[in-house]
Nanobody, 123 residues
Framework: HVQLVESGGGSVQAGGSLRLSCASS????????MGWFRQAPGKEREGVAT???????NYIASVKRRFTISHDDAKSTLYLQMNSLKPEDTAMYYC??????????????????WGQGTQVTVS
């Protein structure tokens, strides 16, 4: 069973930056696909960025060139560096992992392991 714990959310002004972290209870390098999803009030969950077990990275169009997903293999920690934040980035952000590959467009359907979420508010 994989446990994921996010941290790093907060409130920032538009144009600011935040870095989210997701610590995994198991070693994930080369085995698990991992990603970040978000859900704003009244909206459906959407994928933000994913990194496959083969290190392939995918982003949704709205965050390309602003967000960077990365993974520290030694620490089994996933990161999401968010720059040039916009009010529309406001949401609860969730870390996710699965042995089966997934993409942001999948919206997290079928993904088995989720963190508790961390709130990001951009004003």
């Amino acid at each position: 069973h994989v446990q994921l714990v996010e941290s790093g959310g907060g409130s920032v002004q538009a144009g600011g930056s935040l870095r989210l972290s997701c610590a995994s209870s198991v070693y994930t390098y080369g085995t698990y696909c991992m990603g970040w999803f978000r859900q704003a009030p009244g909206k459906e969950r959407e994928g933000v960025a994913t990194i496959g077990s083969d290190a392939t990275i995918n982003y949704i169009a709205s965050v390309k060139r602003r967000f960077t997903i990365s993974h520290d293999d030694a620490k089994s920690t996933l990161y999401l560096q968010m720059n040039s934040l916009k009010p529309e980035d406001t949401a609860m952000y969730y870390c996710a992992a699965d042995l089966t590959s997934f993409l942001p467009v999948d919206s997290g359907l079928g993904v088995n392991y989720w963190g508790q979420g961390t709130q990001v508010t951009v004003s």
